[in-house]
């Protein structure tokens, strides 16, 4: 067989389905499960810079907030805004199940603006809770360290008062 008799599927740079998102962002629950990760030493980061939208870990909470003011993370939530194809709307666009998918469309409309100030709720401060995360965590790793910065910071905050 030749190298290009062979058909090689593009499996490096695959995404999650938006799908699938689409459900990660629909309840509280999973949102803050997945804000909140074990550690997990095979993930980048171990597992605690997330980003939902983009399906992707990152190795610090500096690269997060790069990723955040990029096209492409753009791109994937402005591709989330609306509600993802699915069978449903397939099968509804034969003719089966035509009451099932309008029950959806109507049921869409009434819960999407609460979804969507729910997932920007528990999405906007995922930085910051992020950065308490780490300086807790530098604290438990080097408490002398951590001791004696917190005992500069407040000694330059008294002399900066005066």
């Known amino acids: 067989m030749g190298r290009y008799s062979v058909k090689r599927y593009k499996t490096k740079r695959r995404t999650r389905d938006l799908d699938l998102i689409y459900e990660d ?10 804000k909140h990760q074990p550690l997990d030493e095979d993930k980048a980061g171990l597992a605690q810079y997330y980003c939902i939208h983009c399906a992707r870990y990152f190795q610090d909470n500096k690269a997060l907030a790069h990723h955040y003011k990029s096209k492409v993370h753009k791109r994937r939530v402005k591709q989330l805004n609306v509600n993802p194809y699915s069978t449903l709307e397939a099968e509804a666009a034969t003719g089966l199940n035509l009451e099932r998918f309008i029950d959806s469309v109507n049921n869409y409309k ?37 001791e004696q910065e917190r005992k500069e910071a407040t000694g330059n905050m008294g002399l900066k008062s005066t």
């Open 25 to 34: 962002l629909s309840s509280p629950t999973k949102i803050q499960g997945l």
């Open 110 to 146: 009434t819960n999407e603006a609460a979804r969507r100030l729910m997932e920007s709720q528990l999405l906007k401060n995922q930085l910051k809770e992020n950065d308490e995360k780490d300086k807790m965590m530098y604290a438990q790793l080097f408490p002398e360290k951590a």
